[in-house]
């Protein structure tokens, strides 16, 4: 529906202290607007704010070890969030998964690979995985659930056309997943990330990796030219999380999270050559792709 990962967007949505935080929970009172908030003594709020405080949201982080997982323990941390990083267990073990969240209020799924193993497939991990973690949480009563999918999942690179015959299997279980997550938590705040960069991603590392490797070509569909993407930026996901939690009119929305610009993946390739200084060796996305069908 929207991007949530804007600067302005964050500015305005998401108080900055947590005094900020019980102002906004008190204009809520008398509303019909849910709260992620127990009236125990337990849960109320203490301290000034700060990760020596708490703001009376105790969080469960599947994934949380992950690339995404990483920036958004540390952000819902600065806000006095207490973090339960549950101990490896495994996606079918419903024991594990119940005791992980069992004192939880709001539960965030970051767990889906985008290649199988030969322990899990796709279907284990993006479907089976999500739907127990998703009933769990239903059981358990847990206020809020978010669940990270996939961009472009409702159409997986357009079936039987392209390079993918029968289309995209991650994306396709991805869906499945999103529609799976719905059915047993209806008001699960769903997130379709597209390209996420930053230090230590799969993205920008993933061409810079090929070329200092092995030195040669790097292959590009059509070069490049007709694919687009829009990356987003790790910390403006995680402050989209963020947002998400403190923003009741979300549960039950799905969002495409995106980056501000579009590129073609030509140009990105381009600029992370010349920012590797290889450009001057012809290792431009239109030289480097020699082997590869083009538009020319």
């Known amino acids: 529906m929207s991007w949530l990962g804007t600067d302005d967007w964050c500015s305005c949505a998401f108080p900055r202290s947590l005094s900020t935080g019980a102002r906004k929970n008190q204009d809520w009172e008398g509303s019909s607007k849910p709260s992620i908030f127990e009236p125990k003594m337990y849960n109320m709020k203490r301290g000034t704010g700060g990760r020596s405080s708490f703001n009376g949201i105790v969080a469960t982080v599947f994934g949380v070890s992950g690339f995404v997982g990483k920036y958004v323990a540390n952000k819902l941390g600065k806000f006095g969030t207490q973090v339960s990083p549950p101990l490896p267990v495994s996606s079918s073990d419903e024991v594990s998964i119940r005791t992980a969240m069992k004192h939880s209020n709001v539960v965030i799924n970051l767990v889906g690979r985008d290649w199988e193993t030969r322990n899990f497939n796709y279907k284990q991990v993006n479907v089976d995985g999500a739907r127990l973690i998703a009933r769990m949480a239903k059981e358990c009563g847990v206020k809020r659930l978010i669940h990270f999918s996939s961009l472009n999942c409702e159409d997986p690179l357009g079936l039987g056309v392209g390079i993918l015959p029968e289309g995209s299997q991650f994306l396709k279980t991805k869906h499945e997943g999103e529609l799976a997550v719905r059915d047993e938590f209806p008001d699960v705040t769903i997130f379709r990330p597209a390209d996420i960069w930053g230090q230590e991603d799969r993205f920008v590392r993933y ?19 007709r694919t687009v993407k829009q990356p987003v930026y790790v910390r403006d996901v995680a402050q989209g999380v963020i947002n998400a939690i403190y923003d009741p009119d979300t549960a039950g929305q799905t969002f495409d999270v995106i980056g501000p610009k579009r590129y073609q993946l030509g140009e990105l390739v381009d600029w992370f050559f010349r920012t590797m200084r290889r450009d001057e060796e012809g290792a431009t996305a239109g030289q480097i792709c020699a082997g590869v069908p083009c538009s020319n």
């Open 207 to 225: 061409y810079a990796h090929h070329w200092r490797r092995f030195f040669q070509w790097l292959p590009l569909w059509y070069r490049g030219e």
